[in-house]
């Protein structure tokens, strides 16, 4: 059985990430550096990933490749961690998936996780404790079924298959291993919002597609709480939906976004325009499911943000903030 690393005071310092740099990753990493951990980011572009932190962090050189064994370097940092957290993959929801695309979403995650896995394994000192990602598309789609963790089996698209292959391997690391399918990740700086905010301020935004479609989302604060606390807290181990207890339908969900932006909620967005610009990566926003965070409200886990409309005022407070514009 894991000790609780809380009960016996073996806090965390020394956090390995991979993928820091993007949306969640820097709000993440900004909250471990304000809690005095030391930070080392594991990053295609060291320098930059360097210059994102203002030089607040380490970074080691990492590429997602199909290579049997990892760089001695990786190797060195996760000697030198007590927690890595993976987070790394091509970007989903940007362009349409040609095939070249496909293969670069499936191996920049599996082959990226397979080479932290085998790091772990190969390292001289363990951490205590791998995080690693995946996403609520495990489930595949549905707008009638709600799925939990006891949902069996998954999906069965592409997304799907991503987030099976993402989750296998990040298996057989020896350590206490947590999974995370993210839900719609919402905040003011990136991800999915990112790019309504603007065109519902404009007035131009409404649903896409029926809106009777499901978004299991999660705010941006509860996610990286909730990577906090698996970091130090071994009652965490195994796979967590991190969604926010309720989802909502895409519809309502927009009726919330533009009542915090104190706008109308516009014309539908049609299906077949969204379909041509995206090709399958408009299922994204097309299709969704319901998620429900069935262990992580087992595990006493608290939201910030359980409903939407409370979650969408806050970040767009924060997106018209002026400290943020200017
Ligand atoms: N945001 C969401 O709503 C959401 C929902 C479900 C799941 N997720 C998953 O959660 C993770 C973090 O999400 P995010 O929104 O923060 O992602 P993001 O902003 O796209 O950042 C992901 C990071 O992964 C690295 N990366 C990008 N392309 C890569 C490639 N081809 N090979 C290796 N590394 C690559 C980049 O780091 P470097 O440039 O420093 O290498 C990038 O900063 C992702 O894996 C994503 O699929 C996100």
């Known amino acids: ?109 599996v082959n990226g996780t397979r080479q932290l896995v085998r790091a772990i394994q190969r390292a001289d000192k363990k951490p205590r404790v791998l995080i690693s990602t995946s996403a609520v598309g495990y489930y595949g789609t549905s707008e009638t079924i709600t799925f939990d963790e006891d949902t069996h089996p998954a999906g069965n698209d592409f997304l799907a298959a991503v987030a099976i292959a993402w989750e296998a391997a990040a298996q057989d690391a020896g350590v206490r291993t947590v999974i995370n399918r993210f839900g719609i990740v919402l905040g003011p700086d990136g991800g999915a919002l990112s790019k309504m905010l603007p065109l519902f301020n404009l007035f131009v935004g409404g649903p896409i597609g029926s809106g009777n479609q499901w978004i299991s989302w999660i705010h941006l604060a509860d996610l990286t709480e909730l990577i906090m606390r698996e970091l130090d807290s071994d009652n965490f181990s195994g796979v967590y939906n991190a969604t926010a207890p309720h989802p909502v339908r895409f519809g309502a969900f927009c009726d919330a976004l533009a009542k915090a932006l104190r706008r109308p909620n516009w014309l539908p967005v049609p299906s077949l325009a969204l379909q041509l610009i995206l090709g399958e990566a408009a299922e994204l926003v097309l299709k969704g499911q319901r998620v429900l965070p069935k262990r992580l409200l087992e595990n006493g886990f608290k939201f910030q943000f359980e409903d939407v409309q409370p979650a969408l005022e806050d970040i767009v407070a924060s997106w018209k903030s002026p400290a943020r514009q200017g």
């Open 1 to 109: 059985m894991w000790m609780n690393a809380e009960a016996t005071g073996a806090e965390t310092k020394n956090v390995l990430v991979s993928g820091g740099t993007g949306f969640v990753g820097k709000a993440l990493v900004r909250k471990l550096i304000t809690s005095g951990k030391r930070v080392t980011l594991l990053s295609r572009d060291e320098e930059r990933a360097r210059r994102t932190f203002n030089y607040k962090i380490e970074a080691v050189r990492f590429e997602a490749t199909g290579k049997e064994e990892p760089e001695r370097a990786v190797i060195r940092a996760v000697s030198e961690c007590d927690a890595v957290i993976n987070l790394a993959g091509e970007p989903i929801s940007d362009r349409r998936w040609t095939l070249p695309r496909r293969a670069r979403i499936l191996q920049s995650r």
